[in-house]
């Protein structure tokens, strides 16, 4: 059984940080590109970054480029997401996503999805 399973969430005040992680077992995603969506209340959810399967490429939305940091550690088949300068327009649940051949933006393209990890940001 293939679960991806997100940690590192929680409450920060605006300006601070926060890493997230999000572990695969069930199956190596190595060969797979990985991304980040969130979803804040009564919103759709929607792209954050992407990542290749070498990490030689990696996609951000407009909203956070030049503050969250996408990454990966194949040996561990894991993604990770560093979020500096914290917004509180940042706050939302925060999914990781595996499954597919290239990067994608699209909710769609992914077939694998994590349970989602709670991000609140005060002002």
């Known amino acids: 059984q293939v679960q991806l399973v997100e940690s590192g969430g929680g409450l920060v005040q605006a300006g601070g940080s926060l890493r997230l992680s999000c572990a695969a077992s069930?199956?190596?995603?190595?060969?797979?590109?990985m991304g980040w969506f969130r979803q804040a209340p009564g919103k759709e959810r929607e792209f954050v970054a992407a990542?290749?399967?070498?990490?030689?490429?990696?996609y951000y939305a407009d909203s956070v480029k030049g503050r969250f940091t996408i990454s990966r550690d194949n040996a561990k088949n894991t993604v990770y997401l560093q979020m500096n300068s914290l917004k509180p327009e940042d706050t939302a649940v925060y999914f990781c996503?595996?499954?597919?051949?290239?990067?994608?933006?699209?909710?769609?393209?992914?077939?694998?999805w994590g349970q989602g990890t709670q991000v609140t940001v005060s002002a």
């Open positions: 990542i290749n399967w070498s990490s030689s490429s990696t």
């Open positions: 996503a595996a499954g597919i051949a290239y990067p994608s933006t699209f909710t769609h393209s992914y077939n694998y």
């Open positions: 069930g199956r190596t995603f190595s060969k797979n590109a």
